[in-house]
C-alpha cells in the first residue's frame, strides 16, 4: 500500500469523525422538533427520561463526508451505498413513526436486493461442512447464493439494531467490528473496503461522546440498522470473497456478539411460542445488568467480547491457527453460559413487583 493510500486512510478516519462529532448536537435539536424522541415505556428501557433518538442521523453525516472526499466509487460500493440510503430512511420514518415489523423486513429484502443484484455482491461460496471430503468449500448455485445473501444482510442488519439496547453499545461495537474488516480488507488489497469501514469507524467514535453513559442522544433505528446494513454488505464483499476456505468463519466471528445475540434471542423466543421479532429482556446485555453490573461495566465487557472475536477472526483469516478456534470457543461458551443464568432481581423491582401484586 502506498503512501498516498495510506494518508487517506487516516484522513478518511478523521473527516468522518470530525463531522459526525460536530452534527450530533444538531441532530439532538432536530429530534425534539420533529418527534423522535425515546419516551420509556417498559422495563427493557434502560433510561428514566425522553431522550432524542436521530443520532443516525449524525452518524450517517459524517460517514457521507468521508466517503464523498476519499471513497473510490465503484459498482459494488454504489449499489451499497443506494441500498443504505433504503435502510436509512427507513429508519428515520420508523423512529418517528413506528413502523410495522412486516413492513420493515419487506423493506430491508428490498435494500439486500439491490446490493445484490446492482453490485453484484454475493455469498458465493461456502465452508464444506464435510470434514473427509477433499474439496475444502462449496460453490452455491445462483439461486442459493442469492438466499444466503439476503439472508445474511437482513440478519445482521436486525442483529446490529437488536444490540442497540444500553447507552454507547452498538456504536462501540460496530466501530470495534470495523476494525477488523478493515484490518483484513487492507490484507487483501481491497482498498475502497477499507475506505469504508474506516469511514465507519470514525462516524462511530464521533457519535460515542454524547451516546455514551448517561447518553444524551440515541442513534435509533436510523443508526443502528445503517450499521448493520453497512457491516453486513463489507463482510459479504471483503471477506466472504476473499478467504474462500474459511469463508463462513470469519465474517462470523467479526460480527459474532449482535449475530449470536441475535440468533440467541430468536431461538428463545420461538421456544415460548412468541414472535422472533417480538422484543424482550432476554437480550445479553440485560442479563449482565440483571446479574448486577452497571451499564458502563456491561458494555465494555461487551466490547471485550467483540475485541476477542475480532482479533479471533484475524487470527483465522492469517494463520488458520487452532488457538483462533479455541479463543472462539472459550467466548461462545462465556455466552451461553450468561445467556442461561438466572435473572437475580434487585430489592427495588422486588418491592415493585410486590407492590403490583397487591394491587
Same mark, same amino acid.
Given at each position: ?85 433504503? $435502510?436509512? @430512511?427507513?429508519?428515520? %420514518? ?6 410495522? #415489523?412486516?413492513?420493515? *423486513?419487506?423493506?430491508?429484502? &428490498? ?46 442488519t436486525n442483529a446490529v439494531n437488536f444490540i442497540d439496547g444500553l447507552d ?61 446494513? $453497512?457491516? @453486513?454488505?463489507?463482510? %459479504? ?6 478467504? #474462500?476456505?474459511?469463508? *463462513?468463519?470469519?465474517?462470523? &466471528? ?106
Amino acid at each position: 500500500m502506498s503512501t498516498t493510500e495510506i494518508i487517506f486512510l487516516i484522513l478518511t478516519f478523521v473527516v468522518a469523525f470530525a463531522f459526525s462529532f460536530a452534527a450530533t448536537p444538531i441532530a439532538h435539536r432536530l429530534a425534539f422538533k420533529i418527534g423522535a424522541v425515546d419516551v420509556p415505556k417498559d422495563s427493557r428501557r434502560m433510561h428514566k427520561k425522553p431522550i432524542p433518538r436521530l443520532g443516525g442521523v449524525a452518524i450517517v453525516f459524517g460517514f457521507m463526508v468521508a466517503i464523498c472526499c476519499f471513497g473510490r466509487m465503484n459498482r459494488e460500493l454504489t449499489a451499497i451505498l443506494v441500498g443504505a440510503a433504503i $435502510i436509512f @430512511a427507513l429508519g428515520i %420514518v420508523d423512529d418517528c413513526k413506528n413502523l410495522d #415489523a412486516k413492513f420493515k *423486513f419487506l423493506i430491508q429484502i &428490498l435494500a439486500a436486493l439491490v446490493v445484490m443484484i446492482g453490485g453484484n455482491i454475493r455469498i458465493t461460496v461456502f465452508t464444506n461442512p464435510n470434514i473427509f471430503s477433499d474439496n475444502p468449500y462449496l460453490v452455491l448455485p445462483w439461486w442459493l447464493s442469492g438466499i444466503a445473501t439476503i439472508v445474511w444482510i437482513v440478519f445482521i442488519t436486525n442483529a446490529v439494531n437488536f444490540i442497540d439496547g444500553l447507552d454507547g453499545l452498538a456504536a462501540g461495537v460496530s466501530a470495534i467490528m470495523s476494525v477488523s474488516l478493515v484490518f483484513i480488507s487492507i490484507r487483501v488489497g481491497e482498498y475502497w473496503v477499507a475506505v469504508v469501514g474506516l469511514a465507519l469507524m470514525g462516524a462511530c467514535f464521533g457519535f460515542l461522546p454524547f451516546n455514551f453513559n448517561p447518553a444524551k442522544i440515541f442513534m435509533g433505528d436510523s443508526g443502528s440498522t445503517f450499521l448493520g446494513f $453497512i457491516l @453486513a454488505s463489507l463482510s %459479504v464483499q471483503g471477506v466472504f470473497k476473499s478467504y #474462500a476456505i474459511i469463508s *463462513f468463519a470469519v465474517p462470523l &466471528l467479526i460480527l459474532g456478539l449482535p449475530l449470536f445475540d441475535a440468533m440467541f434471542a430468536m431461538i428463545r423466543r420461538v421456544y415460548h411460542g412468541q414472535s422472533p421479532m417480538k422484543a424482550d429482556r432476554g437480550h445479553l446485555h440485560h442479563r449482565l445488568i440483571d446479574m448486577g453490573f452497571s451499564q458502563k461495566q456491561t458494555v465494555f465487557i461487551l466490547y471485550a467480547i467483540s475485541g476477542i472475536l475480532g482479533i479471533t477472526a484475524v487470527l483465522l483469516a492469517e494463520y488458520g491457527s487452532m488457538r483462533a478456534l479455541v479463543l472462539m470457543i472459550a467466548v461462545l461458551i462465556f455466552i451461553v453460559v450468561v445467556g442461561r443464568l438466572p435473572k437475580i432481581t434487585s430489592s427495588q423491582e422486588q418491592e415493585e413487583e410486590k407492590t403490583q401484586e397487591e394491587e
